[in-house]
C-alpha cells in the first residue's frame, strides 16, 4: 500500500511562488518504473497534470506550466516537491500529488492552495 500526503501553504501571494511537498510511504521514490506526479484542480474545472519525476530523478513538466513550474526529489526523505514561480489567482486550485503503476493508482488527499493579497 503506497500513501502520499501533500504539505504546503494554504495561501501564496501573487507573484510569489507555491512549494508544495508530497511524502510518500510504503514505497521508496526510486523503485524501478515508478513515476510520481502534481496534477491539480481549480475550483469547477476539471483536473490538470502539472508533471511527474521518475524514479531515475527525471522530470516532465506540462508545455503549459514549462516556464513556472519544478518538480524535485528528495530520496532521503523519500519527498518530491513543487515549486510554481509567479503566481496569479488563476493557479488557485486543489493540488494532488499521486503515482500510477501496474501494481496500482495512489491519490493524497489534495490541499487547496489559494493565491491572492
Known amino acids: 500500500q503506497v500513501q502520499l500526503q501533500e504539505s504546503g501553504p494554504g495561501l501564496v501571494k501573487p507573484s510569489q511562488t507555491l512549494s508544495l511537498t508530497c511524502t510518500v510511504s510504503?514505497?521508496?521514490?526510486?523503485?524501478?518504473?515508478?513515476?510520481w506526479s502534481w496534477i491539480r484542480q481549480p475550483p469547477g474545472k476539471g483536473l490538470e497534470w502539472i508533471g511527474d519525476i521518475g524514479y531515475s530523478g527525471s522530470s516532465d513538466l506540462s508545455p503549459s506550466l514549462k516556464s513556472r513550474a519544478s518538480i524535485a526529489s528528495d530520496t532521503s526523505k523519500n519527498q518530491f516537491t513543487l515549486q510554481l514561480s509567479s503566481v496569479t489567482p488563476e493557479d488557485t486550485a486543489d493540488y494532488y500529488c499521486?503515482?500510477?503503476?501496474?501494481?496500482?493508482?495512489?491519490w493524497g488527499q489534495g490541499t487547496r492552495v489559494t493565491v491572492s493579497s
Open positions: 499521486a503515482t500510477d503503476h501496474d501494481e496500482g493508482t495512489w
Open positions: 510504503g514505497r521508496s521514490i526510486t523503485a524501478r518504473n515508478y513515476y
